[in-house]
């Protein structure tokens, strides 16, 4: 395996960030390639040693690097600044990411800056663990009010000791003061306790205050208008230039020490001002930054130098590999494969550390086996870090040298470790509510590997190493909750053809990772879960019905334990009901086994266990499972330990406790419910208030933090572009990107053209998805929705289409003769975000035509869309409902005019083009270059024309047609002085609301 650096000293040079090996203490230097990276974000190696330039002034030493973030046209590289070791397997130690810094890329002196605050923080810190005494500060540990982990002016202590006139001036401004109530409370802060430490100090509200309301700190907002600054100096510029003046701006005139803005291109300057989106990234950047590094410092990002963790112990790569830890990492759990993929480019492979997010922790424990009893005494146990690496330390020794006894001999002390690993997939990652079920391509939200290993702490190859392993994820149908409710009701989506496709496909890949699967629901079977779980055993039962996973007869194993119902009035001991169901199954798996580096035995099978968040309920019956399994590990060792009721096996509870804690607080931002069961195996009332008060937290973060982090989440994994910002910004929310939307909308345009256009011989033009009011007849009727539009010879089809039953609502047909003109030009709609208002990108059409009596009208479908069954219909979801949507096309088809029309009467469509560049990644990469909104208009405009010119030429001669070209009219439609009139009170104060507390 390539070696990695292991230690990185980062300095500022003019011309960009070095990144040196740093050597171990008291070794010679290191042979490593040390790297450059420009002010651009460009990668590259350096052939001579820098570190001793005087253009260095502060340099600073890290870890790792976690990547490159980059958004728009500014870059920051991502260090890891401070760790913790939390386990140790086979002598390689597995650290938790416990600090990052985040360093521009802009100029010399910001990143200097970056540099020395990020220096001072960690000497702080030193120092406090040194001390073993925790500093007071303003800013918390896990906060950051600039790019790096800063300390204030305040906090932070000098790099030179202070003179003696400097010592004598500050004790006479001290002498000269003057005490008042204002000055004790507000200057003196600290000596009034806490409370009145963060209440009357600005920094006490721009760091836990502020971040938990929502709120940016006073220095954000202050980089908020130095970007906006900058941004203006730039525009200044450009405007002067254009003008022809031979002024400049200062930051023009500074050059290279004018920031990030002086040092643009023309074209990126040009980019600016041509895209509004960038001004909104610009003023977003310090919330992304402060985002991005809470994310990445919040203990939930594994690495090792040395080890792959992303791989289970039957898939680890034996022997010795000359390949780079990150091409055998699992790219399932590489989760900072994106922003590390410029170092990757560069081929700076000794840079490139994977991280896993998930948990790693470890138990070591001692067993006193008598042969005169049944039962083994668990004799001593070891839960902190330090105490378990420090176990494996002193077992390195050989069993015959330390006097212990072999593993199958069955008698005296015998010591083992518990290591426990889970492994969060990258695949449709995110938050609570706003990453639920299955995507087109099979991925689960939330899908966690969690593999349980059993060894003895010195790792010998000689003695038995046994892996069990176990797998948790959403329930595999498209649906979605809303987070604005405590029980929100699950809505499915999709057709049947789709969900059972993404079905299909999310067992197929589990079974191609793990072999046999068995699934465990535990989802109400009353209530709010019981559509969702219905649905779920369905699919499973369809699944098994149609050949298995893998249409040889490869069944799943369904059991669905209605958890609430079975363990009602906290008896979470009646999980044992379903550990008799499931045990059967367990052992026919079995698991790994492995001795003297060989493969004696293989799992062949995994349990997928689910609730509605696949954490709480969850993490209950996958530490039962553990636990049995551990168990039999023992029992083949001829040990036997009870689990479940011996008090000293209480490090086994809290090594799961601590599991389920972690991948909740990644998921739902607070600790796991039911932990107090989990840690003892006992639930009282203080564990249930304790619930409660966990399920409020939960409740916040839903529907106040979430959006943004989201919108993070799938940025740095390469989800999203940095379009994503824009659109939270205009909306205050974020999309799931479950669906190719691309793929979506065009088999929306199919399914309509296949519904609505009845005579073979009418020739369809061409489709297009477009945005249109709610009402007929409107331009102004909100909110909005997507629409399809057909062209055909004849006539327009315009379609209002059920996205989530993917059904044709309704439809209506204009014949082309009766096309009176069309209208093209600006259609603004909102003015509360700027995107809303941008006068090149809020276009649309009209379609103004005359219907008369012999017109067809609005065909409207009237039978239910979505599929329901009645209650206590045993027949599977496939049984009939190729029948019903048959009958249902025909409703649409058959269904009469909406309305009479007793005489002609002039109507229109109102039509506006949907952005044309998704924030989805994969729809960014495959078209570079898509037609703008006004182009997209412009287009359909004359296409439309087009074929009514011709319809027209073509078409016998009637009283209601017209002669003569079809006209295009271009004029505003809504300008924003008419939109900004016709926008309410009420609706710009919720949108600064939404702004205030998500933006």
Request: charged share 25%; glycine share 6%.
């Amino acid at each position: 395996m390539l070696g990695l650096t292991r230690r990185i000293v980062i300095f500022a040079a003019i011309d960009g960030l070095i990144l040196q090996p740093a050597p171990p203490r008291n070794h010679p230097p290191t042979t490593q390639q040390a790297i450059k990276i420009d002010y651009k974000g460009n990668v590259s190696p350096l052939l001579k040693d820098r570190r001793d330039e005087d253009t260095a002034p502060a340099s600073l030493e890290v870890h790792g690097i976690v990547g490159l973030l980059k958004i728009a046209s500014s870059s920051f590289l991502i260090s890891i600044s401070r760790r913790q070791q939390v386990a140790q397997i086979r002598g390689r130690p597995i650290y938790v990411i416990t600090d990052v810094t985040l360093i521009p890329l802009s100029s010399q002196a910001d990143a200097n800056k970056a540099i020395t605050q990020a220096r001072e923080s960690l000497q702080k810190h030193s120092r406090a663990e040194g001390t073993g005494e925790e500093l007071e500060s303003d800013t918390s540990d896990d906060e950051s009010v600039t790019y790096a982990d800063t300390a204030t002016h305040e906090d932070s202590l000098p790099s030179t000791p202070p003179t003696e006139e400097d010592i004598q001036s500050t004790a006479a401004t001290k002498r000269e003061r003057r005490s008042s109530i204002a000055e004790d409370v507000v200057v003196k802060k600290g000596a009034y306790g806490r409370f009145a430490d963060r209440w009357f100090s600005k920094k006490g509200w721009s760091t836990e205050g502020r971040r938990k309301l929502g709120m940016s700190s006073e220095e954000e907002l202050n980089h908020q208008q130095e970007l906006r600054n900058s941004l203006t100096a730039v525009q200044s510029n450009h405007g002067a230039a254009e003008d022809g003046t031979p002024e400049k701006s200062e930051a023009v005139e500074a050059g290279t020490s004018g920031g990030k803005d002086a040092d643009q291109s023309p074209a990126e300057i040009e980019k600016v001002l041509e895209d509004p989106s960038q001004d909104v990234m610009a003023s977003m950047m310090p919330k992304i930054i402060r985002t991005t590094r809470l994310y990445f410092s919040s203990r939930s990002f594994f690495y090792s130098y040395d080890y792959d963790i992303s791989h289970s112990l039957s898939k680890q790569t034996t022997g010795h590999s000359s390949l780079p830890l990150f091409k055998l990492f699992d790219p399932l759990y590489f989760w900072n494969q994106h922003v590390i993929q410029p170092f990757i480019e560069a081929g700076q492979h000794s840079y490139v550390l994977p991280l896993l997010q998930g948990f790693v922790g470890q138990r070591a424990f001692s067993v006193n086996v008598s042969p005169d009893t049944e039962q083994s005494a668990i004799v001593d146990a070891a839960s902190k870090p330090e105490d378990v690496i420090a176990a494996q330390n002193d077992a390195t020794e050989p069993a015959e040298a330390s006097g212990k006894p072999d593993l199958e001999k069955g008698e005296g002390r015998k010591d083992f470790l518990l290591t426990l690993i889970s492994r969060r997939s990258t695949k449709r990652a995110g938050l609570r509510y706003l990453r639920r079920g299955v995507d087109d391509e099979g991925n689960a939200a939330n899908s966690v590997e969690t593999e349980q290993i059993l060894s003895t702490p010195s790792w010998r190859s000689s003695e038995k190493i046994f892996s069990f392993t176990q797998y948790r994820g959403s329930i595999p149908l498209f649906f979605s909750q809303s987070p604005f409710s405590f029980k929100p009701m699950p809505t499915l989506h999709g057709s049947q053809e789709t969900n059972t496709q993404a079905f299909r496909q999310h067992f197929s890949n589990l079974a191609s990772r793990y072999g046999g699967i068995a699934c465990a629901s535990l989802v109400d079977k009353h209530g709010t879960e019981a559509k969702i779980g219905s649905a779920y055993e369905q699919h499973a039962n369809l699944l098994n019905d149609i050949g298995g996973v893998d249409g040889k007869g490869m069944r799943i194993s369904f059991h669905w334990f209605d958890f609430h119902a079975v363990c009602r009035g906290m008896k979470f001991e009646n999980v044992s009901q379903l550990m008799e169901i499931l045990g059967p199954t367990l052992s026919s798996f079995g698991w790994t086994v492995t001795q003297h580096d060989q493969l004696l035995q293989r799992q062949s099978g995994i349990l997928r266990t689910n609730c509605m968040d696949c954490l709480d309920r969850t993490n209950v019956v996958q530490s039962a499972c553990a636990r049995h399994a551990l168990e039999q590990q023992l029992g083949s060792l001829h040990i036997a330990i009870d689990l479940q009721h011996d008090p000293s096996t209480s490090w086994f509870n809290t090594l799961w406790a601590d599991n389920g804690d972690a991948i909740s607080k990644q998921y739902a931002g607070t600790a796991a419910l039911k932990g107090d069961f989990t840690r003892t195996r006992k639930r009282n009332i203080g564990g249930a208030l304790t619930d409660f008060g966990l399920t409020l937290s939960r409740y916040y973060n839903n529907i106040v933090n979430d959006y943004f982090t989201q919108a993070v989440i799938d940025y740095l994994l390469g989800k999203a572009t940095d379009q994503v910002f824009a659109d939270f910004e205009a909306d205050m929310m974020s999309r799931d990107h479950a669906i190719d939307i691309r793929k979506v909308r065009q088999a929306a345009i199919d399914r309509s053209a296949e519904i609505c256009v009845e005579e073979a011989d009418e020739g369809l033009v061409g489709g297009w998805t477009l945005s249109c009011p709610t009402k007929a007849n409107s331009l102004r009727a909100t909110p909005f929705e997507e629409c399809v539009l057909l062209l055909t010879e004849r006539a327009l089809y315009f379609v209002r289409f059920d996205w989530t039953t993917e059904k044709v609502r309704e439809f209506e047909r204009v014949e082309l003769g009766r096309v009176e003109r069309l209208v093209k030009g600006v259609y603004v709609t909102s003015t509360l975000a700027k995107r809303h208002t941008d006068e090149r990108r809020n276009v649309g059409f009209v379609v103004i035509f005359e219907v008369g009596e012999e017109d067809e009208g609005v065909r409207v479908n009237t039978r239910s869309l979505a599929n329901e069954r009645k209650e206590g219909e045993e027949d599977g979801p496939g049984k009939g409902v190729e029948e019903e949507d048959e009958q249902q096309d025909k409703d649409t088809k058959s269904e009469g005019k909406a309305e009479k029309v007793t005489e002609m009467e002039k109507r229109f469509l109102a039509f506006k083009a949907l952005p044309p560049r998704s924030a989805v990644a994969t729809v960014q990469s495959e078209d570079n270059d898509p037609k703008s909104e006004m182009e997209m208009v412009t287009m359909l405009c004359d296409e439309i024309k087009r074929v009514a010119d011709s319809a027209r030429k073509t078409a016998s001669a009637t009283t209601s047609e017209r002669e003569g070209g079809l006209e295009i009219e271009e004029r505003d439609i809504i300008s924003v002085a008419e939109a900004k009139k016709s926008t309410g009170y009420l609706e710009q104060i919720g949108y600064s609301m939404k702004k205030l507390v998500w933006g």
